[in-house]
C-alpha cells in the first residue's frame, strides 16, 4: 500500500507528519474531499492545507485549530462560509493519519460523520497491526 504524506515546506521544526488515511482498495476520501475543495472552494482548500501543515507542530494540537473530539479522534478547523474540518488521529512514531472531510453550517460534527471517522481509524488500526 502505498503511503500518502502531504509536503509542505514550512520553516519550522517538523515534530509530526501528517499522512492521509486509504482503503484497503486504495482509495483515499480525505485527498479526495480536498480535490473537491480545491474545484468548488479554492479559497478554503488554501486555508485547510495551510491547516494540515500546522498539527505538524505539537504546539497546534489544541484550539482554536484542532479540537479533541474523543476515542483518539481530533478536528482540525476551519471557519469560513461553511465550517470545514479534517478529522484525525495520532500514532506512533509522531505520526498523524487524517481520516475525514467534511463541510457544514453547523457548530457540530453530525454523528455519521463521527461515525466514518471512528470506523476509518479501526480501519487503519487493524490493517497497520497498531
Known amino acids: 500500500m502505498r ?3 502531504i509536503n509542505i515546506g514550512v520553516d519550522q521544526p517538523m515534530d509530526f507528519t501528517v499522512e492521509f488515511y486509504a482503503t ?3 482509495e483515499c476520501p480525505v485527498r479526495e474531499f480536498l480535490d ?3 474545484c468548488s472552494d479554492p479559497d478554503d482548500f488554501a486555508a485547510v492545507v495551510a491547516g494540515l501543515a500546522k498539527p505538524q ?3 497546534c494540537h489544541r484550539e482554536p485549530l484542532s479540537k479533541a ?3 483518539g479522534l481530533f478536528e482540525l478547523r476551519h471557519v469560513g ?3 470545514t474540518r479534517v478529522l484525525w488521529f495520532f500514532v506512533k512514531d509522531r ?10 453550517k453547523g457548530r457540530g460534527i453530525p454523528a455519521r460523520d463521527m461515525k466514518i471517522a471512528r470506523e ?3 480501519d487503519w488500526q487493524q490493517r497497520e497491526g497498531r
Open 3 to 5: 503511503k500518502r504524506y
Open 24 to 26: 484497503a482498495s486504495g
Open 36 to 38: 473537491e475543495l480545491k
Open 57 to 59: 507542530n505539537r504546539d
Open 69 to 71: 473530539l474523543g476515542e
Open 81 to 83: 462560509k461553511l465550517n
Open 95 to 104: 505520526r498523524i493519519v487524517a481520516v475525514h472531510g467534511i463541510r457544514n
Open 120 to 122: 476509518r481509524m479501526e
